[in-house]
């Protein structure tokens, strides 16, 4: 090969940079903004442990990993610049993706700005993060959406109330915030509502009032399978006797629609409060919403509804989705080695009907089964790599592959099981399940 031509096509390899605040060996850069604006796009940011200040991806689909969220924190410098932006992600180019995986986002100086950001034409995957708002007010969220998050294995809380605070001091945020036409799909993640703090002196005004878990604006659209969703609580009464109000597990407003599924073992459950009031589980004012599966939907006190609202809620029971595990070599992070063979089992519930298993290195968002598939698909087809079989007798199905043959190293593989039951006409998805793959 001419060596200009192998000089071209280095130079367009993506590149994997090590941020590291201790300067340890290897460090390409100590904190994350500098890191971020060297990056080009398609490129990998390995953060070790340590703390972090908050960034702006903006123009580039980038991978940033850390080493897990009791180990990598990204935080902000007190006192804030005057041009501080708080954790965005903006611009992602067409058809492609950035990524996050093991870190914690944990604002501490800032009252009104959410602990991360998707704008409208950002598009983002986050697996085993955590965001949670050290501090409060009714527009510090877990997490605000105006584009397309996926998440999955995280927790978001939204800030808590602030105690002698201003007119809206008493209200908790929410943990997600899902506005414009923003896209949220969530697997097996927690979403709580911040704490409602009473004693503000604008207490008549506003009362002290948990966060909402999942919030839904305008022409928002969520899927959201496996999860648990709740209201934050609310303390005590304010000086002027107005009751406390415990948070809704989702609140849907506008056009918003709502795809719901779970197993006795997640819960949506209103919020509680000092006085007693009683909260529903969901409140829906929207178009209206699926709610699929057995998860359970609880109210902060008997004697009340757990739906409320004028919109509609249709409840489909249907059995258990198509389960999957994977059994994999493991790297010391947690991730798996894309060198190594993955084993998948797959428990579809359906004896001697046909299976699919889907693996692809792009998600997607299709909200349109309803209501005829439990579950939502959420890899993309037109980029992926599938399996097709009969399930045995039991209803089980096991195969293997090795991953750095179907995708590139270092980018996360969404994985997919699906049934036909051709005997009743249904169809069942499982939730999507991520696991990032590395050198």
């Not at 902060?300 to 999957?324: E, N, Q, Y």
Request: glycine content about 14%.
């Amino acid at each position: 090969m001419p060596r200009m031509l192998t000089l071209a096509l280095v130079a367009l390899l993506p590149t994997i940079w090590i941020v590291d605040a201790n300067n340890g060996p290897g460090t390409n850069f100590t904190d994350l903004p500098a890191a971020v604006a060297a990056a080009q796009n398609g490129d990998t940011l390995l953060v070790r442990a340590g703390v972090y200040t908050a960034f702006v991806v903006s123009g580039k689909a980038l991978t940033i990993r850390g080493e897990g969220t009791a180990a990598t924190v990204v935080q902000h410098p007190v006192p804030l610049p005057s041009d501080y932006r708080m954790t965005t992600f903006e611009t992602t180019p067409p058809g492609q993706t950035c990524y996050l995986a093991g870190i914690r986002f944990a604002p501490t100086a800032s009252f009104f700005e959410p602990a991360l950001k998707v704008r409208s034409d950002a598009r983002l995957v986050a697996m085993d993060c955590e965001f949670t708002h050290l501090l409060g007010g009714p527009l510090a969220s877990g997490v605000l959406v105006q584009g397309e998050l996926h998440a999955q294995r995280c927790s978001i809380r939204g800030g808590d109330g602030l105690f002698n605070g201003a007119v809206t001091g008493g209200l908790g945020a929410a943990g997600v915030d899902v506005t414009g036409s923003g896209r949220f799909a969530a697997d097996a993640c927690t979403l709580q509502g911040g704490t409602g703090v009473g004693g503000s002196p604008f207490g008549a005004l506003v009362p002290p009032t948990g966060g909402i878990g999942l919030l839904l604006q305008q022409s928002a659209i969520a899927t959201v399978a496996g999860c648990n969703l709740r209201g934050g609580n609310a303390g005590p009464p304010g000086p002027f006797g107005q009751p406390s109000v415990g948070g809704l597990g989702v609140y849907a407003g506008g056009t918003s629609f709502l795809r719901l599924a779970g197993t006795a073992a997640h819960e949506v459950r209103g919020g509680t409060s000092v006085s007693g009031t009683h909260t529903p589980a969901m409140q829906l004012d929207n178009q209206g919403a699926i709610v699929h599966g057995a998860i359970q939907l609880l109210a902060s006190t008997p004697g009340g509804p757990t739906i409320s609202g004028s919109g509609a809620a249709l409840v489909v029971a249907r059995p258990a989705r198509p389960a999957f595990a994977l059994t994999a070599t493991l790297l010391p992070s947690g991730t798996v080695d894309a060198t190594a063979p993955v084993t998948i089992d797959l428990d579809g519930t359906r004896p001697n009907q046909v299976w699919l298993f889907v693996l692809s290195t792009t998600p997607e968002f299709l909200a349109g089964l309803a209501p005829i598939a439990e579950g939502e698909l959420l890899v993309s087809l037109a980029s992926s790599v599938s399996w097709a079989g009969l399930l045995d007798a039991a209803g089980l199905a096991s195969f293997a592959f090795t991953p750095a043959a179907f995708g590139p190293l270092d980018v996360p593989l969404h994985a997919q099981a699906v049934t036909l039951d051709f005997a009743t006409g249904e169809i069942l998805l499982s939730s999507a399940d991520v696991r990032v793959y590395t050198p």
